[in-house]
């Protein structure tokens, strides 16, 4: 990257160079710039002139600005009058070198803003503290009896403004009760002659100096406190504006210093006097070296040796080492890792991008403008960051430890310690071999069936109990609504666990079938009643939510829409499939993804209704039912039977499958493509 002939301000605007040092380079030829010396070069000994008549004339104004404001108590105005008496001198320094460089004319226009800002910020600071002062002073004078006549001259009126309410009162009810006005109006004008009273009732007790005098040094220290800081944002904010739209000349013409800065965040940002910044990426440099690195190579682990440990998983360990530990600190590692590369990546970034703007000719930014860029810029990052660690720990580690788990032989019999396993889980359950892969695509078959028929018929009695409940011919609506929505307000498992009793060998539901049809029923026992059972139930169960939704949008729909299909002849019939069902579709649609995908996982209802039973060991073995769901197949192969590894396997395999799913049923949506 070479010199250009003109540079930029942050907004984009080009500028000719005053550098002449810097031009005839840009102008000579290979050859001729050989013979440019920078040291004799005399636009260099003119700058070098200008920054040390600059250095002496900063050192003698800041010595005499102390010196002639030293008698003032208040910080805040000492400051003031010392930034003024500055500006006023850099002013007519500064002017006399504008042409020879753009720092000079900065330093220039900058000192003119502070001379339009700083005397209005001391203007109001002594005038507030005047008034501050004044009020305090008059406080103090306030005697005891002045406040107790005060006291009982507010005492009189609140007296007398009650006796005005009580009359009033009694004229608005006399109003009433003569039929002159409403009982709506009544109430309204009782509330606002109560609100009126109240008012004055207030205003009575600032008759009290004490009182008054209070408030109003209240509020004067309020405004000593806000009006400085947003006169001196105003004032930052036209000084910003200025840095922005002023450039500068740099000789560098590579950004190496990012390179070289790369492996200490921090380091880069000191060295362009970004100090403010270089502290927050340095707090980064300290959690790399200190705590992410270590870690990642073992120390500080509680039994892991860090990502070290993914490879061992504590074989040859100590008898008390465990390999998930060993896994799961491995995990952890990774992750540290990852965030020391992205303070790498981010502090690499952030050093770069000012080096190459400042060959441009662009500012860099204070922090004052860091701060503001942070806040507005920055902001959506800066609110989602605690919640993205806490993802990152608490959900990325334990999804990532399951996958690598399912690699491995974590089983009844390698507990404690266990090994890499490669693919054969995966192997096991695809082919149905093995003790616990024997069950695997009967149970997929079934939790297919089950979440396809189980929620269309939760949707379809929803759908069909809220058409009825929705029709202008029904009476008694809001009876029918709340039997409807009574499955929903009942705990779930409550109602489980009641029908599982009812379901019962000798229960009542079996009872009444066989005594009105003379079918024996062995429900709990049968898996094809079981399952009939359950889709029923769930049926039921889920169709109080459906309900519910559907009700919603069915009020919304115009009965405009009805009126032109009954005038263009449309049945009853016509009307629902054309008008109903695509509007309650349309509005529903990921809601009822949502429900499919709830059943695949339903846990709840197979375990409390028959735990997954009735067991039938020749075709699902003794590690699941003949209505366990998959969710329910992994709970019982790692926590009944211990096979973590091949329920690991599983969960990969359905989550995988789900995020399919739920993305073919999502992405034809408008808010999916959108996101």
Excluded: C
């Excluded at 004032?235 to 922005?244: A, C, E, G, P, Q």
């Excluded at 799961?328 to 690499?348: Q, T």
């Amino acid at each position: 990257m070479g010199y250009s002939k003109e540079i930029f301000d942050s907004v984009g605007r080009s500028y000719p160079r005053k550098n002449q040092y810097i031009i005839d380079l840009i102008n000579a030829s290979p050859s001729d710039k050989k013979n440019i010396d920078k040291n004799s070069h005399p636009y260099i000994k003119q700058l070098k002139e200008y920054e040390e008549k600059e250095k002496n004339f900063l050192s003698q104004i800041n010595s005499e600005a102390k010196e002639k404001f030293s008698n003032i108590k208040e910080n805040k105005i000492k400051k003031l009058e010392e930034d003024l008496y500055k500006a006023r001198k850099k002013v007519s320094f500064y002017e006399k070198y504008v042409d020879l460089t753009y720092d000079a004319q900065l330093e220039h226009d900058i000192a003119q803003r502070q001379l339009m800002h700083i005397p209005e910020i001391i203007q109001n600071e002594k005038e507030l503290q005047d008034k501050l002062l004044d009020r305090t002073n008059e406080l103090s004078k306030i005697t005891q009896a002045e406040i107790d006549n005060s006291q009982k001259e507010i005492e009189s009126k609140t007296n007398e403004r009650n006796k005005i309410l009580d009359q009033e009162l009694k004229e608005l009810n006399s109003k009433y009760k003569e039929g002159i006005i409403s009982k709506k109006a009544l109430k309204s004008e009782i509330k606002a002659k109560k609100r009126a009273a109240k008012e004055d009732i207030t205003s009575y007790t600032y008759l009290n100096r004490k009182k008054a005098i209070e408030e109003d040094i209240k509020n004067i220290k309020h405004h000593i406190k806000i009006d400085y800081k947003s006169k001196l944002n105003v004032l930052n904010s036209d000084i910003s504006d200025i840095r922005r739209k002023t450039p500068q000349e740099v000789e560098k013409t590579k950004p190496i210093l990012s390179y070289f800065t790369f492996l200490i965040p921090g380091l880069g940002q000191l060295l362009n006097k970004q100090y403010e910044k270089a502290i927050l990426f340095f707090i980064g440099t300290l959690f790399i070296y200190f705590a992410a690195i270590p870690y990642f190579l073992g120390f500080g682990n509680y039994q892991g040796s860090g990502f070290s440990g993914l490879f061992t998983l504590a074989e040859g360990g100590a008898r008390l080492h465990r390999s998930i530990i060993f896994m799961i600190e491995g995990v952890i590692s990774i992750m540290l890792i990852l965030i020391s590369l992205l303070i790498f990546y981010v502090s690499f970034k952030d050093v770069n991008k000012v080096e190459k703007d400042m060959i441009k000719g662009i500012r860099k930014k204070s922090w004052f403008e860091t701060k503001e860029s942070i806040f507005n810029d920055g902001f959506p990052y800066l609110v989602i960051s605690p919640a993205a660690i806490v993802v990152l720990f608490i959900v990325l580690v334990p999804v990532f430890t399951t996958i690598l788990i399912s690699f491995t032989n974590y089983d009844p019999n390698h507990q404690a310690k266990f090994q890499w396993f490669g693919l054969s889980n995966y192997k096991l359950l695809l082919t149905g071999q093995g003790v616990a892969g024997k069950a695997f695509w009967p149970i997929v078959l079934w939790t297919l069936a089950w979440t396809l028929f189980a929620t269309t018929l939760a949707i379809f009695i929803g759908f069909s109990l809220s058409i009825i409940a929705n029709n202008d011919r029904i009476r008694f609506k809001g009876v029918f609504r709340t039997i409807y929505i009574l499955p929903w307000a009942v705990p779930a498992f409550i109602t489980i666990m009641f029908f599982s009793q009812m379901f019962a060998r000798n229960g009542p539901i079996p009872q009444l079938v066989e005594s009105i049809f003379g079918i024996a029923l062995d429900v709990k026992n049968n898996p094809t009643q079981t399952r009939i059972a359950l889709i029923l139930l769930q049926g039921w169960l889920g169709s109080a939510y459906i309900f519910l939704l559907s009700t919603g949008i069915l009020q919304g729909i115009p009965h405009d829409l009805y009126e032109a299909a009954e005038i263009d002849g449309a049945t009853g019939f016509k009307k629902t499939w054309n008008i109903t069902i695509p509007l309650v579709l349309y509005q529903t649609a990921p809601l009822l993804i949502g429900q499919y995908t709830f059943n695949f996982n339903n846990f709840s209802i197979i375990h409390l209704f028959n735990g997954g039973g009735p067991f039938v060991p020749t075709t699902y073995g003794n590690v699941a039912g003949s209505t366990d769901l998959l969710i329910s197949y992994i709970y019982k192969l790692t926590i009944n039977s211990n096979y973590q590894a091949m329920g690991a396997a599983v969960t990969v395999i359905i989550s995988l499958a789900l995020m399919f799913f739920t993305w073919l049923g999502f992405k034809d949506m408008k808010a999916f493509k959108e996101s």
